[in-house]
T-cell receptor
Framework: EAGVTQFPSHSVIEKGQTVTLRCDPI?????LYWYRRVMGKEIKFLLH????????ESGMPNNRFLAERTGGTYSTLKVQPAELEDSGVYFC?????????????FGPGTRLTVT | GNSVTQMEGPVTLSEEAFLTINCTYT??????LFWYVQYPGEGLQLLLK?????DKGSNKGFEATYRKETTSFHLEKGSVQVSDSAVYFC?????????FGTGTSLTVIP
């Protein structure tokens, strides 16, 4: 069974540009989560999808970030326009059900560098 | 509020040395506690967990005990191997959210 995959693995963009990160969850997992780790700091929750609906987006830092999950399969996280402080590693995770929070499966992350 | 504090790294140990990575937490209610590990180039993997006070989680020779009186969940291993080199994250879950620590990088040298 394929795990959670993320694309790209690394992205370097200039301030003001747009970047779109993609996450493919494990097949059949209705719950998809985005997290971010800014260099040297803790991993922080961004948002949680149940199928195509946003269950909790309380961690989204501002309106420059837009997450979508059309059709309830893969998800994208767009940053527009990117700022220097957006640099970090963006993780995606999926789980079969929210009650199984302890069984989240994480992707390898996308390292975003904004210059 | 809810937060996790873990010892800063990086930590470098010789093979077969004893490992302790400290983790303390602040939480409302009764959280579940976790250790995740991230090997180079991979995603985070659940290493072990404990869901209530005095529970001991263990896996792959690692263990951690949920200590409510000291609000701690320290990770230990009696004899580390080179393959244990990774970043370790302590985390708590309360309600529907996870809170992670900053991660501790461990390098084990032969």
């Amino acid at each position: 069974e394929a795990g959670v995959t993320q694309f790209p693995s690394h992205s370097v963009i200039e301030k003001g540009q747009t970047v779109t990160l993609r996450c493919d969850p494990i097949s059949g997992h209705d719950n998809l989560y985005w997290y971010r780790r800014v260099m040297g700091k803790e991993i922080k929750f961004l948002l949680h999808f149940v199928k195509e609906s946003k269950q909790d987006e309380s961690g989204m830092p501002n309106n420059r970030f837009l997450a979508e999950r059309t059709g309830g399969t893969y998800s994208t996280l767009k940053v527009q326009p990117a700022e220097l402080e957006d640099s970090g590693v963006y993780f995606c995770a999926s789980s079969q059900d929210p009650a199984g929070w302890s069984e989240q499966y994480f992707g390898p992350g996308t390292r975003l560098t904004v210059t | 509020g809810n937060s996790v504090t873990q010892m800063e790294g990086p930590v470098t140990l010789s093979e077969e040395a004893f490992l302790t990575i400290n983790c303390t937490y602040t939480a409302t209610g009764y959280p579940s506690l976790f250790w995740y590990v991230q090997y180079p180039g991979e995603g985070l993997q659940l290493l072990l967990k404990a869901t209530k006070a005095d529970d001991k989680g263990s896996n792959k020779g690692f263990e951690a005990t949920y200590r409510k009186e000291t609000t701690s969940f320290h990770l230990e291993k009696g004899s580390v191997q080179v393959s244990d080199s990774a970043v370790y994250f302590c985390a708590l879950r309360t309600g529907n959210q996870f809170y992670f620590g900053t991660g501790t990088s461990l390098t084990v040298i032969p």
